[in-house]
């Protein structure tokens, strides 16, 4: 048994905000069986844990990676060099209903992206496919670009905002020519490629008019009472973008 990834939990408390509990993923090798566990105890790091006095509560194969099926992509086997792999995060695993439902995430995703690769756009991620394990679907590769807008407005990188700014809209505007909403347009989804914009993540991207369900855009950068997959959704991110980018000099 391997620990995967590790976090700790805060809540508010009488004016400080103070530790809750500590959750862990592991990973059991021999059969590649994951779990979660939460602990009261704030153990320092991985390895002084003692993985005996942990509830291990199993995350079922089927919430984490879809099935691979007709119609989509396996990744070309070498993966180029410059290749970024979309791997789920399990750390929210039960936290929230959406990340009970990781496998559909992903394969609404790859759905998503097969539909890009036959419509190609320069302010759009490549896909390259998936990558295919037992018949399963572990992970969605794309080509790597430089940084996010988020990083490069953080680091002063200089940008002809004005420029930037037409590229998303170019790009959201492709999008939903072909009957696509994002519905998660942040500084974190675009990605950036010689001065040029490049939007990514589209475990949120829904046909037009289609019911979003638990999986929806990132607090402060979507509007409230998200429910359905509209146009309205992405020139609403697009506003919160140019007034992030505005406002930083």
Not at 160 to 169: N, T
Request: charged fraction near 25%; charge should be negative; hydrophobic fraction near 35%.
């Amino acid at each position: 048994m391997e620990i995967i990834q590790a976090s700790e939990a805060f809540v508010q408390g009488e004016g400080d905000l103070v530790f809750d509990h500590k959750k862990f993923i592991l990973r059991r090798t021999r059969d590649n069986q994951y779990f979660y566990s939460r602990t009261l105890k704030r153990i320092s790091s991985p390895s002084a844990t003692d993985l005996e006095e942990l509830e291990l509560i199993e995350i079922p194969t089927d919430h984490i990676w879809p099935i691979f099926k007709a119609g989509l992509t396996a990744a070309a086997q070498p993966l180029p060099s410059k290749t970024y792999i979309k791997r789920p995060s399990l750390i929210d695993y039960g936290d929230t209903p959406a990340s009970y439902k990781l496998s559909d995430q992903i394969l609404n995703e790859a759905e998503v992206c097969e539909i890009l690769m036959e419509h190609p756009h320069p302010n759009i991620a490549h896909y390259l496919g998936c990558i295919v394990e037992d018949g399963r679907i572990t992970g969605l590769c794309f080509v790597e670009y430089d940084m996010t807008l988020s990083e490069a407005m953080k680091h002063d990188i200089s940008l002809d905002k004005e420029r930037f700014l037409q590229g998303i809209e170019n790009g959201v505007s492709h999008l939903h020519g072909l009957g696509l909403i994002h519905n998660d347009l942040n500084p974190h989804n675009i990605m950036i490629q010689d001065g040029n914009p490049v939007i990514i993540d589209f475990d949120s991207c829904k046909k037009e008019g289609q019911e979003l369900g638990p999986k929806r855009g990132t607090d402060g950068w979507c509007a409230e009472k998200m429910d359905y997959a509209i146009r309205d959704n992405d020139r609403y991110g697009i506003s919160k973008i140019r007034e992030f980018m505005m406002k930083v000099e």
